[in-house]
């Protein structure tokens, strides 16, 4: 109890500071903040992290899309992109397309989507700083705890309680398939000098933005978005339990398990306490735990895990679990000679124990990962609040 209110206590200020700083007598601010303070305590004190984790991710997608679609009403009058707003570089620029415009701007120092750099919510060097901040900490924990589109996805992915398709086999294929498709963007986007995948390839516009379909390939980009967001983001989740679109087509969710590499958490397995069950396999959402993962026993997910807790929710002993970066290096090393890591010394007091949890890397990067919560959703939830009891009630917003 006593580290569920310390840590709530701090998840406290960053809710002030993220959403009720200058929002104080705005009931929307205040019901997202008791909102957001009672998972998280929720999650600390059970430590059933993934389930409400779920709980956010599922709750922030649908609330994005009625305070996003809302804003582009605001201040553009429709959701769909003309000309003019291409030109006019008022496009909201979405984490998705970084990986796209690495290349084009490293060789031509020109950003190649049409967004304003600066002085908007989803300004270029506004995201841009976001995702670097988010990189060096959770790196592809972002996929797993932040993203607004992600959640339709785990929305999708438990309606049913068994899969109905098993691609536990295809998991290999899955990863490749989206390093590849990964590739295959980022040398597009550098030879049309334009964002392919947001022009042709985005599941998500359904519930964002769309370009206005005035000739024959502006109508194939929308069947293939609307295909897209119906086969991978909806049928597919359902009947796999899997976040197919993240697992198989998102560029962004590649580009992040490359990068995780610098992150500050990883997600460990220890392979003297697993039994090789494979319910860890069989729960991952990502396809990051494969069957010859266990039986060689190689101590961590593949490279595509997003920290979503789902193994660690599952496993029956215990084995799998959040860890610094730099430990989990240093325990593989230790491991690659023959040797196992020493245990560290139980606390010798009440004090020491305390001390102890609050260090615990489960609990930092759980607190970590919700920061990234809140920083992202402090805006759109309380605005989607507002907008749906100003249809509710009627009256001004």
């Not at 009672?38 to 059933?48: D, E, L, N, Y």
């Not at 986007?189 to 359904?206: A, D, H, Q, T």
């Not at 978005?225 to 989740?237: A, N, R």
Request: aromatic share 14%; glycine share 8%.
């Amino acid at each position: 109890m006593a580290v569920t209110a310390f840590f709530s206590a701090f998840m406290g200020v960053v809710v002030f500071f993220f959403s009720l700083s200058g929002n104080m007598g705005s009931p929307a601010h205040w019901i997202y903040a008791i909102s957001m303070l009672a998972v998280f305590a929720a999650m600390i004190h059970t430590r059933a992290y993934s389930r409400w984790r779920r709980v956010f991710q599922v709750s922030f997608a649908l609330l994005f899309m009625i305070s996003f679609i809302g804003i582009l009403y605001d201040e553009r009058g429709s959701m769909s992109l003309t000309q003019d707003t291409v030109q006019s570089g008022e496009v909201p620029f979405c984490q998705i397309v970084i990986p796209a415009i690495i290349a084009p701007f490293a060789l031509t120092g020109r950003v190649i989507f049409p967004a304003r750099m600066t002085g908007h919510f989803a300004s270029v060097m506004g995201m841009i700083l976001l995702w670097f901040i988010a990189t060096v900490t959770i790196g592809r924990g972002w996929c797993g705890w932040v993203c607004f589109y992600g959640g339709w996805e785990e929305g999708a992915s438990r309606i049913l309680k068994k899969p109905r398709v098993n691609l536990l086999s295809r998991n290999k294929d899955l990863r490749s398939f989206q390093f590849a498709f990964l590739f295959f963007v980022v040398l597009m986007s550098l030879g049309f000098m334009s964002s392919v995948y947001c022009e042709w390839f985005c599941p998500f516009k359904l519930v964002t933005e769309y370009a206005e379909i005035s000739d024959l390939p502006s109508l194939i980009a929308t069947v293939i978005f609307i295909g897209l967001f119906l086969g991978l983001v909806i049928v597919l989740p359902l009947l796999t339990r899997k976040r197919t679109q993240c697992s198989a087509l998102c560029p962004f969710g590649a580009f992040q398990s490359l990068m995780d590499r610098f992150s500050s958490y990883r997600v460990v397995i220890d392979v003297d306490k697993c039994v090789g069950c494979m319910k860890c396999a069989e729960a991952c959402s990502f396809c990051a735990i494969d069957r010859e993962t266990i039986r060689e026993e190689k101590g961590r997910p593949e490279l595509t895990c997003a920290k979503c807790g789902e193994c660690l929710s599952v496993c029956p002993t215990g084995a799998i679990r959040y860890q610094f970066s730099f430990q989990a290096v240093s325990d593989a090393r230790i491991r690659a000679k023959g040797c196992s890591p020493v245990p560290k010394n139980a606390p010798s007091n009440r004090f020491g124990a305390y001390f102890q949890a609050i260090l615990d890397p489960q609990y930092l990067f759980v607190f970590t990962a919700f920061t990234f919560s809140v920083i992202v959703s402090g805006k759109f939830i309380p605005d989607a609040f507002i907008r749906i009891a100003s249809i509710a009630f009627g009256g001004p917003r």
